[in-house]
């Protein structure tokens, strides 16, 4: 979760400054350093070049890596920085005008430039090379090669010599590049990173003083240190004097962090929102620096993107049809045989999430933030005409997942503010169903209709952190609790016919209910399948079975399943043309509606009439329902991770036995759509790459790979770059755990600039 959220700050960072330099010109210069005439840089991962007074910059290397962290030598002829152009990132060498880069060190682990020794001789780098855990240690190397030598402290992650090589100012610990270098800002705890100044000859230590401020980045002036500090808001430039141990603000604050900084002769290099400024010591006064970069920028066009990687859902027409897909948000349909591939959406600048087909094959709904708020829209699935749109309400949240009722008149959804809604299309007004107890980074409503479309089954967190099963009443407009709260119930699902309700329950899931405190204990759990009959006057499906032989007269009965089940085979060919494609979805909403279900729930004693299936316990991350009398399970793996194999069964009431039908490194399992046709066939996908299980051939089920191997948008880069931001500002605002951490960052802010 927080590695997650410091992901987000970087993006909101980057593709703010990526859109101003859009409007202004090239920005997000980074790692500035300065000689008596130059200034070097790194921009779009490689160096550049420029004079002083700014102007035209020009490119220092090319070739595949990143190159980054350049830092003059003490006369202006050499430059140091940090190539990964063999593979690993190393310390590299070239002329300060120019030249074939000489590489310095070889060992695995990474090498990163920090600075010179006085005499210009050796490349003070830092690495882990010789650290039992994960901090750095610093090191110099010789311009003439041979094995680095280690400085005699025991962990650093920048330094710079004094001009005697004496001293050196170097930070021990450092926040901003801890979790992969990412930094927490207004951080305050023990990993804060702080100054200290060393004597080498006899290790003894100067601190520069603080109270729980980030200071970081030390640099030589004379005799004073400079140093960033976010001590009295955003980072900005500080000096210390060792002599009276004094510490000044250099630099005003605007607002805006300085992110890196390099003394040169008779000044300090800054960098500030990705733009270059020049700091006089002698006179205390900053002035920028204006620079252009004369570069290709491929990325800057607009392009073509692969969207196969980027499936985030996925879903099935109501015949099995077409597949509805979610990719770099847009709405995508691909045919399960024959047919292209079809944009729905094409809005390179918004955001379509969790496209979801009706029932009845007539509309695909989805969460749109075109107006800057998420609204549900509802499109022809065929992308032909406007979008219906329909707003949610206020205040405006984040959304999850249109799920529809059987009727195709209404559908229900969840909020990151923890409701759960259901929305009848009809009246186009967002109902409140109810809201969960506690929040977590786990969605755990899961909502479901029941046939009839009357009912929505949901689990909610009780005030013990179990979860339990409840059914809300469309016309008595109230909620029923289904289950006792003594066990953790999840994955309501309601039978075909509406005479049962499956679920799943745990009874050693409590150490695990916390998700971020020391409360909770990462315990393997099992789930157990479980059966609820609703009505009082239903008899067991799972009553004691006996085979009894039958007298002749019984035998020369006629069949009266046969033709049912002939009629359900006919139901099980797959869809071989669109055109057929559509009758079928036609004969699938009649079903549903000549079918008459009618769910009744008798809530008196249903706890008496909860039967366990004979199903072993397992831990189980899905259940759903398929026909009349049969779930589909998954079992998540007990290992955890992006390649976690899991594995897909089956149940049946006839048979009561589990079939195992798959075991592919499922990412998720995707419902189709509920009336009965699209249940003979499912949708699954396994990290960015999709089956579908078309029928049944004998007693196994078949699958069929498919994807959006071959789809690809064409994506205009600034627009395309407006909605990545828009999207990490919304997703910041949405997903911080603290209702005041959103106010007082206030993300609208960085929108606006």
Not at 204 to 212: K, Q, S
Not at 330 to 338: R, Y
Not at 577 to 599: F, I, L, M
Not at 660 to 673: D, I, S, T
Request: aromatic fraction near 10%.
């Amino acid at each position: 979760m927080k590695n997650s959220l410091a992901h987000l700050f970087l993006i909101v960072a980057f593709f703010s400054c990526v859109l101003s330099a859009h409007a202004a010109g090239p920005l997000l210069m980074q790692k500035p350093t300065l000689s008596k005439t130059h200034i070097a840089f790194a921009y779009a991962g490689d160096l550049w070049l420029v004079a002083r007074e700014g102007g035209e910059a020009r490119l220092l290397t090319s070739g595949t890596g990143t190159k980054s962290d350049p830092v003059f030598s003490p006369d202006g002829s050499m430059i140091a920085f940090s190539g990964d152009y063999d593979g690993n990132v190393d310390v590299y060498v070239m002329p300060s005008e120019g030249g074939v880069p000489c590489r310095l060190t070889h060992h695995p682990a990474v090498d990163e430039v920090v600075g010179w020794s006085p005499d210009g001789k050796s490349i003070l780098f830092r690495s882990t090379r010789n650290s039992y855990s994960r901090f750095n240690r610093l090191f110099t190397v010789s311009l003439a090669g041979g094995l680095p030598h280690e400085l005699p402290l025991p962990m650093a992650e920048f330094g710079a010599f004094s001009a005697d090589g004496k001293h050196i100012a170097y930070i021990p610990v450092d926040n901003n590049r801890r979790l992969s270098a990412i930094g927490w800002k207004r951080y305050r705890g023990g990993r804060a990173s702080r100054v200290w100044i060393a004597n080498l000859s006899d290790l003894g230590l100067d601190t520069v003083r603080r109270e729980t401020s980030n200071d970081g980045n030390p640099m030589w002036v004379g005799n004073k240190v400079y140093f960033l500090s976010d001590r009295n808001g955003p980072f900005t430039l500080f000096s210390y004097d060792p002599k009276d141990k004094k510490v000044e603000q250099a630099v005003p604050s605007n607002g805006a962090d300085i992110k890196s900084a390099s003394a040169g002769p008779g000044a300090i290099v800054y960098e500030q929102f990705g733009s270059l400024n020049l700091f006089d010591p002698a006179t205390g006064k900053s002035r920028p620096v204006a620079v252009t970069v004369p570069a290709d920028l491929p990325n800057v066009r607009p392009h073509f993107k692969k969207v196969e990687s980027e499936i985030a859902a996925a879903t099935l027409s109501p015949s099995g049809a077409r597949a509805l897909f979610e990719a770099h948000g847009e709405v995508l349909t691909a045919p399960a045989e024959k047919g292209d591939i079809r944009n729905l959406t094409n809005t390179p600048g918004t955001m379509e999430r969790d496209p979801s087909w009706s029932p009845d094959g007539k509309w695909v709904a989805y969460f749109s933030d075109e107006s800057g708020e998420y609204q549900l829209f509802l499109k022809n699935p065929d992308g032909m005409g406007e979008a219906r749109k329909i707003s949610l309400g206020t205040p405006a949240s984040f959304y999850y997942e249109p799920i529809w009722s059987p009727d195709s008149k209404k559908i229900a959804f969840s909020d990151k503010r923890l409701n759960i809604w259901y929305i009848d299309l009809a009246k186009g007004t967002p109902v409140k169903i109810d809201t969960d107890t506690y929040d977590a980074p786990q969605r755990t409503l899961d909502p479901v209709w029941s046939p009839d479309s009357r009912w929505i089954a949901y689990s909610k967190t009780l005030p013990s952190h179990m979860h339990a099963i409840f059914a809300y009443s469309l016309e008595q407009a109230k909620s029923l609790q289904l289950t006792d709260g003594l066990s953790d119930a999840r994955f309501p699902a309601f039978d075909q016919k509406g005479q049962y309700l499956f679920f799943t329950a745990s009874t050693d899931v409590g150490p695990t209910t916390g998700w971020l405190d020391l409360s909770s204990f990462n315990r393997p759990i099992t789930r157990s399948p479980y059966l609820m009959v609703l009505r009082k006057d239903q008899p067991s499906p799972l009553a004691p079975e006996s085979d009894e032989e039958k007298s002749a007269a019984e035998d020369s009965k006629p069949d009266t399943d046969k033709p049912a089940r002939a009629e359900d085979k006919t139901e099980q060919e797959p869809a071989n043309t669109e055109e057929k494609a559509k009758a079928q979805d036609a004969r699938a909403a009649k079903s549903v509606k000549s079918e008459g279900v009618v769910v009744r729930i008798d809530a008196e004693n249903i706890g008496q009439r909860i039967l366990a299936l004979p199903i072993p316990p397992r831990d189980y991350g899905k259940l759903m329902a398929g026909k009349a009398g049969t779930i589909f399970l998954i079992e998540d793996s007990p290992r955890p991770g992006p390649d976690q194999l899991n594995t897909l069964w089956r149940f049946d009431l006839t048979s009561r036995k589990p079939e195992k039908l798959m075991r592919p490194q499922l990412r998720h399992a995707v419902k189709a759509a509920r009336p009965r046709a699209s249940r003979k066939r499912r949708l699954l996908w396994r990290r960015w790459r999709c089956a579908s299980i078309p029928k049944q051939s004998g007693s196994r089920s078949t699958t069929k790979s498919g994807g959006l191997s071959a789809t690809s948008s064409t994506i205009p880069a600034s627009t395309d770059w407006t909605c990545l931001l828009r999207r990490s500002i919304t997703s910041l605002t949405w997903k911080m755990w603290a209702a005041a951490m959103t106010s007082a960052i206030c993300w609208q802010r960085c929108w606006a600039s």
